[in-house]
């Protein structure tokens, strides 16, 4: 509900979804502070695929993070539908989360003793939405449209790499967000898996989901529409 | 998240690690149950104590005077000699008087205490028994079953005798005439009197097993011994008042103190016995407490553990959108399911040891006292204690479930 009021009072820059305005984030004290990123922005446009590259400890994640709430800048600010996030609620953001943001890990954080079914109706659950009998079908169809259907009441923990990433590619689905954020989502998989998802990802990309992918590997970067490089918490590449 | 799916969780949760959950509830069964058996054993003995004592009336008063000498068992109570010269400390006929005339507004009457030296009791046609009589005083309430107090020329019965003096039952008893024996007060020579059942009573360790009326008392020691009837000294008075109010009662009390006269009601009397009850019941309740706080340790381990364990969901949740709250109360859910399971079983425990105790001790210890029901579980009892053990199972989960609301969602998912 929110986030249709949050796309209704956006009548200005219809087009951009996330604007990043002189983004920084310094960890620890004083004495000790670490800058993670160090005066970022840029804009996405809606049903755009962007990269977010740059090497291990190059601040990509912390980025990552915060574009999807999880953290907040130390300075800067952040719009997301042309809404200031720092000015949001916790509830606004929870619901933000919830409701239009969908997430693929590199770890998958799959619970391991709950069947796929029960994995992918989690958003759902948590958000409070739908009754048990529609999340089901609605995870069904999702998992169908990832083609892991047949393993839909096995435990997640009995899955290979590939099908736990599809698993987790239908959790993210479930929701029906406008922006997934993948972080290195082929990192854990072998390169025939790792196309399959590429595949999936890029293909729910061109059927208007915004596409956020953060990544180490310049092959799977360049698939995307633009990219982003980051390197000591600087952008120093943007296409 | 759906208040019936955060239960849903929880409970699975909990069945995720099924040889802690079992140790934990398997503390919590033991500390309900104590606490259970405490309250019911804290209740048989109340209601044994109240079944014998809440006979007395609140409107009638044992009066002594102050300093007098009071005997108990087991003490040694020096003699005093002004007991004897002047008198001060036992009432005479002229104190009977000024009570009368100083309260006339408070007091409706005074009694000597009157006893009944009974010979015997009998039904024509039917064996002689003995016994004990003793006076019931007016405002006095007796356990009933079936019948009423005695008025004048009446008496009261305790169940014991219904079959010996050859009645069906308690309904049959009443309103049957039977013959009283009373001795002289040399318990030489007796004399028959003719009283007719008013009631009969559920047998009772503290009051007389027959009762009659003060009247009917009064009357029968003119006839037998005259001179008890009016003694020249008496130890102590029965007054009976008029209602009062609490405050009004304290007042009247007040003055007859500073007359140098005490005034015990029954309840007063019987104080120690409730002390007693209540001591024990304390003493009881303490050591179910101590059971049920090792209890509340396995919950907040419990639930310490399940965080620790699930730092990576608690954080995964926190990133698909879950609130604070939320994870504070999947987390105290469980507790509380661990709580309610663990009293769940408790309940069916402490109903099974019902059965248990109670014919037991009646075989054993209780042998002599059959209407001392030992262990006495009420739904009262069932309910008060699940909200205890309610509130104990959210208590111990509150701080861990509140450090795992505020875990960074980052951090958790780093978490290893």
Request: proline share 2%; glycine share 6%.
């Amino acid at each position: 509900m929110l986030v249709t009021l949050l796309i209704m009072s956006n009548n200005k820059s219809e087009n951009i979804i996330i604007e990043a305005k002189n983004l920084t984030r310094i960890y620890g004290g004083k004495d000790e502070a670490c800058k993670a990123l160090d005066g970022v922005s840029f804009t996405i446009k809606k049903g755009e695929s962007v990269a977010i590259i740059g090497k291990s400890g190059s601040g990509k994640s912390t980025l990552m993070h915060i574009l999807a709430c999880l953290d907040k800048p130390t300075s800067g600010e952040l719009l997301i539908n042309g809404i200031d996030v720092s000015k949001m609620s916790e509830k606004q953001q929870e619901i933000l989360r919830g409701e239009s943001f969908g997430f693929v890990f590199q770890q998958f954080f799959l619970n391991p003793n709950d069947t796929v079914l029960e994995n992918v109706v989690l958003p759902l659950k948590i958000i409070g939405k739908d009754s048990k009998k529609i999340r089901e079908e609605k995870s069904i169809a999702i998992l169908n449209e990832v083609d892991i259907l047949n393993k839909k009441n096995n435990k997640s923990k009995n899955l290979s790499g590939g099908q736990k990433q599809r698993v987790c590619i239908a959790r993210a689905l479930i929701s029906n967000p406008q922006i997934i954020f993948a972080d290195e989502p082929t990192g854990n998989l072998d390169s025939v898996n790792g196309e399959t998802i590429e595949k999936i990802l890029f293909g729910l990309n061109k059927k208007g989901i915004t596409l956020i992918l953060v990544t180490h590997d310049q092959d799977l970067a360049k698939k995307c529409q633009r990219q982003i490089s980051i390197k000591d918490g600087k952008i120093v590449k943007k296409l | 998240m759906k208040i019936k799916d955060i239960i849903s969780t929880s409970n699975n949760n909990l069945f995720r690690n099924k040889t802690r959950t079992i140790l934990t509830t398997l503390a919590v069964v033991i500390g309900s149950v104590t606490l259970l058996v405490a309250e019911s054993v804290g209740n048989g003995f109340e209601q044994y104590v109240s079944n014998n004592l809440e006979t007395g009336s609140a409107r009638v008063f044992r009066l002594t005077k102050k300093g007098a000498d009071t005997y108990k068992y087991g003490e040694i109570t020096k003699f005093k000699d002004s007991d004897k010269e002047d008198g001060t400390q036992v009432f005479r006929s002229s104190d009977v008087g000024y009570l009368k005339n100083t309260y006339s507004s408070v007091i409706k009457d005074v009694f000597y205490p009157q006893y009944i030296n009974l010979a015997s009791i009998s039904r024509n046609g039917y064996e002689k028994f003995t016994g004990y009589a003793g006076v019931i005083y007016p405002d006095t309430s007796a356990k009933l079953i079936s019948g009423k107090v005695p008025e004048f020329n009446q008496i009261l019965i305790s169940q014991e005798y219904v079959e010996p003096l050859g009645f069906i039952n308690a309904d049959d008893a009443v309103g049957k005439v039977v013959t009283i024996n009373v001795w002289d007060n040399k318990q030489q020579e007796s004399k028959e009197f003719s009283l007719v059942i008013s009631g009969v009573a559920h047998k009772s360790e503290s009051t007389y097993p027959l009762q009659i009326s003060y009247e009917t008392a009064t009357y029968i020691n003119q006839i037998v011994s005259p001179q008890s009837v009016n003694p020249q000294s008496s130890n102590y008075l029965q007054i009976y008042t008029n209602e009062l109010s609490k405050t009004e009662l304290a007042e009247f009390k007040e003055k007859l103190s500073n007359a140098g006269i005490e005034a015990s009601s029954y309840e007063d009397q019987n104080k120690e016995m409730f002390q007693i009850v209540d001591i024990l019941r304390a003493i009881m309740l303490g050591v179910a407490a101590i059971s049920l706080a090792v209890a509340t340790f396995g919950i907040v381990n419990t639930v310490l553990m399940g965080i620790l364990e699930r730092t990576k969901e608690i954080g995964l949740i926190k990133a698909l959108g879950g609130s604070k709250k939320l994870i504070f109360q999947l987390f105290t859910f469980e507790a509380l399911c661990i709580g309610f399971w663990g009293y769940t079983i408790s309940v069916f425990l402490a109903i099974i040891l019902g059965f248990i105790i109670n014919p037991i001790s009646h075989m054993t210890f209780l042998k002599d006292i059959k209407e001392f029901t030992l262990y006495v579980l009420t739904p009262f009892s069932v309910i008060k204690i699940f909200f205890v053990v309610m509130a104990v199972s959210f208590c111990a989960s509150f701080f861990p479930s509140r450090k795992a609301s505020k875990l960074d969602p980052i951090e958790a998912l780093r978490s290893e």
